[in-house]
C-alpha cells in the first residue's frame, strides 16, 4: 500500500541492506526508481548500495528519522539545522507536501506585504 511513496522504497531497502542482503536491497530500490524515477534522495540511496559506500540517510530529511532517531546524530541534526535555514528542500516531498509548503511560503508573502 504505500508504494506511492519513496520513503516506503527507502525503508523497505534499508531493512534488507541493514540485514545485509545487498541484492534485495538493490531490487527493491530498482522498483523504487521505476515508480519514481526523478526521486534524488532514492538515486542516492542506489548508488550508495550499488557502490558499497555508506547510505546517506539526511538526504530524506527529517522524514527518515521518524522511523530510525537513532541515526540522528549531532552531527547530522546540526546539517539538517543548516538546510532548513535554507529553506525546504521540495525535491524530497510528494506532490501535495510541496503544494503545502508553497501555499504557506504565499501566505507569509501576502501577510508582510
Do not use: C
Amino acid at each position: 500500500p504505500g508504494g506511492s511513496d519513496p520513503m516506503y522504497w527507502a525503508l523497505l531497502a534499508w531493512i534488507h541492506h541493514d540485514k545485509g542482503d545487498l541484492t534485495e536491497a538493490m531490487l527493491t530500490l530498482s522498483s523504487g526508481l521505476d515508480k519514481h524515477a526523478n526521486h534524488a534522495p532514492l538515486k542516492s540511496m542506489a548508488a550508495a548500495v550499488q557502490n558499497k559506500k555508506t547510505i546517506d540517510m539526511s538526504v530524506f530529511g527529517q522524514q527518515w528519522f521518524l522511523f530510525f532517531p537513532e541515526h540522528l546524530t549531532v552531527e547530522v541534526a546540526m546539517r539538517l539545522q543548516s538546510q532548513m535555514s535554507e529553506g525546504p528542500d521540495l525535491s524530497n516531498m510528494n506532490r501535495k507536501q510541496r503544494r503545502a509548503v508553497e501555499r504557506q511560503a504565499k501566505k507569509a508573502k501576502k501577510g508582510g506585504s
